[in-house]
């Protein structure tokens, strides 16, 4: 029987109740949904709404199920609803009328909302160990990788030069921001839905100050029917994601192209790389072309949640179950990728002597040279034209700058001196930035000192 069979005829029919539960995922939640209910029990008995033997006995059942699930000795499985049927239903068999009363003052509207919420809490606290951990990897490899150059690019053609650290601080950078918005949309979610109800919270003297207090909320949400149809927050989550698989896409792709025999900037290790069916040659980037597919999956729950919840009335509507599935995979996800990042990063192999060849034969300092310019007097634009009249020589004769005579220079323009080639080299043009955020070596290693990582550094303590 149905514990709203009151008002029905008959029993229902067998598929539409498979089609309406929501067992098999929300499971999940088992731990989170009697962690509420165990502070909801507290608050009816406080409150002198439920007399204390009967919420007495109800807290000791509701631990001992809590305990069974954490040590594993106890699955919830059967033909229930959902996750908040069906822990009633198990307390009734075990208890009787003391668990009868637990949903005085109470809805699956407002338990699945703090259910959610109380797991999405958890799920960025993980998120951002993970988080930390990867950002823990892109900096001891730049630590490795302060002085070696590289051509830095715009338009994927070579722009100016820079160093393999700079380029990867610059994906600390990212991820410093995905930390940040995880903590921010922790922030706005630390609202305790539980006490609204179904929709319009009870008729019952309950105290949800408490009741946040208990759960470890800043504070009630204001507002009963605002806060059972609220998704927000899972929302806010999914975008945090997806920015953050943006970011994990984007410097796989960067790997997958360094990886190519044409650049052969990078060897990815050969635990992290998979080999062809047919081809005895290929060892191939899977694993980053997977974290570059799964963000397509990571947007794709974003794109699901949103459309789920446009054209919802308020209050609660069933269609919100759908958040469920979709929200497990994108952290799931999130947090595979992270993690895997992480190793393969470590285990990755450089190939310096490369990059360095790159930036030198390559017309990445031309930035420079017309830099050198203006500082003997001469007006960027007309240095900048100068400078690309060398280059289009250059082009023609099939050298690089450095190989031009000082009585070539002069040719285009008599400021030019013999310490013009300085400006030339590329290491000479990253030690002479000095502005905060440039490539040069002391600067970004000030950068990965400064970083401040909560959760990783409190783990190796
Ligand atoms: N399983 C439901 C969900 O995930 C719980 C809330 C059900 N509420 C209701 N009135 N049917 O959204």
């Known amino acids: 029987m149905k514990l709203w069979q009151g008002r029905f005829e008959g029993s229902s029919n067998e598929l539409a109740n498979i089609f309406n539960s929501s067992l098999s995922f929300d499971t999940r939640l088992a731990t989170y949904d009697i962690k509420g209910s165990i502070a909801h029990v507290k608050m009816l008995k406080k409150q002198g709404i439920i007399d204390a033997s009967d919420a007495n006995e109800a807290l000791n059942a509701l631990s001992e199920l809590l305990a069974e699930i954490n040590d594993g000795s106890y699955a919830i499985e059967g033909d229930y609803e959902d996750i908040h049927m069906a822990v009633e239903e198990i307390l009734t068999q075990r208890i009787g009328d003391a668990a009868k009363r637990i949903h005085t003052a109470r809805s699956r509207n407002d338990q699945v909302a703090l259910d959610m919420k109380l797991f999405a809490k958890e799920a960025i606290y993980e998120l951002t160990g993970s988080l930390e951990a990867l950002i823990a990897a892109f900096r001891s490899k730049a630590y490795s990788h302060l002085d070696d150059l590289m051509p830095g690019y715009t338009h994927m053609q070579k722009a100016q030069p820079i160093t393999l650290a700079h380029h990867l601080s610059s994906y600390i950078e990212m991820l410093l921001r995905d930390r940040s918005r995880l903590q921010d949309c922790l922030q706005r979610m630390d609202t305790m839905p539980l006490g609204s109800g179904a929709l319009a919270a009870s008729t019952f003297d309950i105290d949800r100050h408490f009741l946040a207090d208990e759960l470890g909320f ?206 030339l080299d590329p290491k000479t043009s990253v030690y002479t930035k000095s502005a905060y955020g440039s490539p040069n070596p002391d600067i970004v290693r000030q950068y990965l000192d400064n970083i401040m990582l909560y959760q990783a550094d409190s783990n190796k303590n």
């Not at 994990?248 to 050969?270: G, K, N, P, Q, T």
């Not at 794709?300 to 054209?311: A, N, Q």
């Not at 999130?334 to 393969?344: E, N, T, Y």
């Open 218 to 423: 800043r504070e009630p949400s204001a507002n009963s029917l605002d806060s059972v149809s609220d998704r927000d927050y899972l929302l806010e989550l999914l975008f945090c994601l997806s920015a953050l698989m943006m970011h994990l896409s984007r410097f796989s792709e960067e790997l997958i192209i360094w990886s190519s025999e044409e650049y052969a900037y990078v060897s990815i290790s050969d635990a992290f790389s998979t080999g062809s069916s047919m081809m005895p040659q290929k060892k191939n980037p899977d694993i980053l072309e997977l974290i570059r597919g799964k963000a397509g999956r990571v947007y794709g729950s974003l794109i699901t949640l949103l459309t789920v919840m446009k054209g919802l009335p308020l209050a609660y509507n069933k269609d919100m179950q759908e958040d469920k599935q979709t929200v497990f995979d994108a952290i799931d996800t999130a947090l595979a990728c992270m993690q895997i990042l992480a190793v393969l990063l470590e285990e990755c192999t450089f190939n310096t002597a490369k990059m360095l060849k790159s930036v030198q034969e390559s017309f990445c300092s031309a930035t420079d040279l017309a830099e050198y310019l203006v500082k003997k007097g001469c007006p960027f634009r007309d240095a900048h034209f100068i400078v690309g009249s060398l280059v289009k020589k250059c082009i023609a004769e099939n050298k690089w700058l450095s190989e031009l005579s000082l009585t070539e220079l002069k040719e285009q323009s008599r400021l030019f001196e013999q310490d013009a080639y300085q400006s």
